[in-house]
């Protein structure tokens, strides 16, 4: 993007400041003029990262691709999908990108649960899908701890 379309997305962005509190856009998982458009925007970026071999490179090339509009204000928030912490590979994934790197994680993460899978193939929310589920209760939590981070770190 140019200086001028920045210049431009910062305008409507403080615009659009005035009549929202919250604003959540789902993106592709790419960097097109889009989805840079809408970082650019954003006061706020949340990646969602499943706990792989891949996982931290991933993080590295992403956090390599938005640093410069980190430089105007964006704040950079990750948390961990489809967990299961049973799983060896998994924990040493989660040490690995948590505590040896300096990605920004959010305490909370949601586990892998077929309430998950089940619910977007019956085309529902999984509170409806399942409304006691452990999952629920995580998504929960981590709307929580997003929304009270919202407001002392963006405010």
Known sequence: LSQSDIA???KVKETLEHDYDICVVDTNPNLSSLT??????????LT????????RDNLAL????????MEQGLVWKVFAMKVDLNRKAQ?????????????PFLEH?????ADVDNAWRYYKP??????KSVIVEEFYALAKEVYEMLESEVA
């Open 48 to 55: 969602p990262v499943g706990l792989n071999e891949s996982s």
């Open 109 to 113: 993460y949601i586990s892998s649960a």
């Open 126 to 131: 999984v509170e409806r899908h399942r409304s």
């Open 62 to 69: 992403l956090q390599e691709k938005i640093e410069p509009v």
């Open 8 to 10: 431009w997305l910062v």
């Open 36 to 45: 840079v458009s809408v970082l650019v925007a954003a006061d706020l970026l």
């Open 91 to 103: 924990k040493q994934s989660l040490d690995d990108i948590v505590n040896k790197h300096s990605y």
